[in-house]
């Protein structure tokens, strides 16, 4: 497991933009980095991952064109650029990061358990 801290949420007015931070203890540990969400009475879901060594993203058509994730390896830290928010993209935001290489496959990066380690999550709030 690695450690993941994240930063950036905050409150935006529709069409506003924001970007998240997520820092690790251990990009080495990590074939795949992502973000997922939560709001209330919703399930998890997942709005973006990045295949570390391949650069390789991944976005469900909710989010696609409007969120952008990307990484910094020196850093060790993941980004997710989100623009033209909604309302209904406020929910609390957690980095998440997993070992298995094979997520790519089958769309097992949107599946919240292949994930070893979790962030402590982020409130991003979207009104007017």
């Known amino acids: 497991q690695v450690q993941l801290v994240e930063s950036g949420g905050g409150s935006v007015q529709p069409g506003g933009s924001l970007i998240l931070t997520c820092t690790t203890s251990?990009?080495?540990?990590?074939?795949?980095m992502s973000w997922f969400r939560r709001a209330p009475g919703k399930e998890r879901e997942a709005v973006a991952a990045i295949y570390v060594n391949y650069d390789t993203t991944y976005y469900p058509d909710s989010v696609k064109g409007r969120f952008t994730i990307s990484k910094d390896r020196a850093k060790a830290t993941a980004y997710l650029q989100m623009n033209n928010l909604k309302p209904e993209d406020s929910a609390i935001y957690y980095c998440a990061a997993a070992s298995d290489g094979t997520l790519w496959s089958n769309n097992g990066w949107a599946v919240a358990g292949r994930y070893h380690s979790w962030g402590q999550g982020t409130q991003v709030t979207v009104s007017s």
């Open positions: 251990d990009i080495g540990k990590s074939h795949f």
